[in-house]
């Protein structure tokens, strides 16, 4: 399995706190990703990035904001967590170039987000 | 945009017997195709991948998938089941370069292997 992480694995967490998941790989990969999962879904994706001070916006619409200051590190951060934010939030990273979309995705073992 | 479809919510097999989890997918240029296996409180396990060339891949834990272009398809594949592959499994696709980078997946599949 890929050395990718994630904590916390679950957040209980009240409405309006500000939150921030990490997620950080060991493999040295510049491309890497967030991915929005509800229990049993299909997963959509939300960031990602090429590396250092790179981010994009993925196809689902996300008000969580992400940062890529370091290679190893993208963590994801809501200002003010609600009730549908609640969901599986999963990180993972590759070894592929931008532009080049033949490499495989490794995926971290997600964090379980509850806002109530 | 691309898509994924697999038609199975959720596929039973005894153990022993061959399965098939259906993939069926949309591009609009050339299909790089992905099987990845979620265990319960799990991320995502990587199985196989079809880029090019031989159209019979081989992955992990003796899967194997066939691509069939004319089908647009991408079954995955074991001859003999186990208890332990029970599990959901997603495929996904990316396009040719030039497309957006993050994986499409489809809904899953739950299998189920009874003993």
């Known amino acids: 399995e890929a050395d990718i992480y994630q904590t916390p694995r679950y957040l209980v967490i009240g409405t309006g706190k500000k939150i921030t998941l990490e997620c950080s790989q060991t493999?040295?990969?510049?491309?890497m990703y967030w991915y929005q999962q509800d229990p049993g879904m299909e997963l959509h994706l939300i960031h990602y990035s090429y590396g250092v001070n790179s981010t994009e916006k993925g196809d689902l619409s996300s008000e969580s904001t992400v940062s890529r200051i370091r290679t190893e590190h993208f963590p994801l951060t809501l200002e003010s967590a609600r009730p549908s934010h609640t969901s599986q939030y999963l990180c993972?990273?590759?070894?592929?170039?931008?532009?080049?979309?033949?490499?495989?995705?490794?995926f971290g073992p997600g964090t379980r987000l509850t806002v109530l | 945009a691309q898509s994924v479809a697999q038609p199975e919510d959720q596929v039973n097999v005894a153990e022993g017997n061959p399965l098939t989890v259906k993939c069926t997918y949309s591009?609009?240029?050339?299909?790089?195709l992905f099987w990845y296996v979620q265990y319960p409180n799990r991320g995502l396990q990587f199985l196989l991948k079809?880029?090019?060339?031989?159209?019979l891949v081989k992955g992990s834990y003796g899967f194997e998938a066939e691509f069939n272009k004319s089908q647009t398809s991408f079954h995955l594949k074991k001859p003999s089941a186990l208890v332990s592959d029970s599990a959901l499994y997603f495929c996904?696709?990316?396009?040719?370069?030039?497309?957006?980078?993050?994986?499409?997946f489809g809904k899953g599949t739950h299998l189920i292997i009874q003993p």
């Open positions: 493999m040295g990969h510049d491309k």
């Open positions: 993972a990273s590759s070894d592929g170039l931008a532009g080049v979309n033949t490499d495989t995705q490794y």
């Open positions: 591009v609009s240029g050339n299909p790089y």
């Open positions: 079809y880029i090019t060339g031989d159209n």
């Open positions: 996904a696709v990316r396009d040719s370069p030039g497309g957006a980078d993050g994986l499409t």
